[in-house]
């Protein structure tokens, strides 16, 4: 038998936070008080003090309300520890996910290093993971993944800590990372009312449960989708009569994964309040993997296949 080690990591990408304090100094003001960073130390250390640069012209692009996707500042992982534009970099793919950001990759790079230097940026970041990861390594979630995959590859698990985002987790794909290395990115996630400064404490809970389920779920499945999901699907999906409904495919795979695995592995009811959440295609999804859990010979990429086939029956 192989041996299964995995390992898992978990810090604060300084590129991406550095990025993540412009695009704040853009948004914050005009954002739904539920998505504003939440109020903690961190908050108060590491973004409040760089309040008075909301001029600088790295801010008021991002101002512009362009390119306004929350996942915006993890284009900044194209850029290397000086900031400068790494080689090899997936042009098609960034310009396809950050529009200006990726095709002026050049610019942006100047943008930030005149950005760090404004600001005086400090990356002394004083956070404690120890309980998180601990949470991840006794619920063994790397080892539940790859049990419902059936694959046992060893893995490496890489997570970026976001602090100032509550908005948008996110599987990193473009960063052509080694095969085995899952990379994703989430948030710091806090109760209502935001209005008192607390510590931040980043704790294991149901909500990261779901959320390191879901990412790392896009990475397993990211080349099948890239394989199975071709422009005619694509075209029956965009037709007009969908337009009003959920239609991302993508999404609605990785939604209805999730909900089964969080079944399998904490019970029925845990999984049926998932998919009730869900998009309603997902369900195809979730029940169409019982033929797979019935069949231990089955391999993934092969229920894969089955469910976007029944899927596009849908799109007709
Ligand atoms: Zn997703």
């Not at 209805?256 to 997902?282: F, R, W």
């Not at 089955?298 to 899927?311: A, P």
Request: with cysteine; glycine share 2%.
């Amino acid at each position: 038998m192989q041996k299964n080690k995995n390992s898992i990591s978990i810090s604060i990408d300084d590129r991406v936070e550095l990025l993540r304090v412009a695009y704040f100094l853009a948004i914050e003001d005009s954002i739904d008080t539920k998505i504003k960073p939440c109020k903690t130390d961190f908050y108060k250390q590491n973004y409040e003090i760089y309040k008075k640069y909301i001029k600088h012209p790295l801010v008021q692009k991002i101002g512009t309300g362009d390119e306004w996707n929350a996942d915006l500042p993890t284009v900044a992982l194209c850029l290397d520890k000086n900031l400068k534009p790494k080689e090899n970099i997936n042009f098609k793919e960034i310009t396809e996910q950050f529009g200006w950001y990726g095709k002026n990759i050049d610019s942006l790079s100047k943008l930030l290093i005149d950005f760090k230097k404004t600001i005086a940026f400090k990356n002394d970041y004083n956070v404690n993971f120890k309980p998180f990861k601990d949470s991840l390594q006794s619920n063994k979630i790397t080892e539940k993944l790859n049990r419902f995959y059936r694959t046992n590859k060893k893995t490496n698990l890489k997570i970026l800590f976001d602090p100032l985002n509550r908005i948008t987790n996110k599987a990193i794909t473009f960063t052509n990372n080694p095969e085995n290395e899952r990379l994703f990115l989430i948030t710091y996630l806090c109760d209502e009312p935001n209005n008192s400064t607390k510590p931040l404490e980043l704790k294991w809970n149901e909500d990261y449960r779901r959320i390191v389920i879901h990412e790392n779920s896009h990475i397993y499945t990211d080349a099948l989708f890239e394989k199975y999901y071709d422009t005619k699907f694509d075209s029956l999906v965009n037709q007009e009569k969908f337009k009003n409904e959920y239609h991302d495919i993508d999404e609605i795979m990785v939604r209805g994964i999730t909900a089964k695995i969080l079944e399998l592995n904490y019970g029925q009811k845990i999984g049926e309040d998932e998919i009730n959440h869900q998009p309603k295609n997902s369900r195809i999804v979730y029940n169409y993997l019982n033929k797979y859990i019935k069949n231990d010979e089955m391999d993934f990429e092969q229920v894969y296949k089955e469910i976007m086939e029944q899927l596009k029956k849908k799109y007709n």
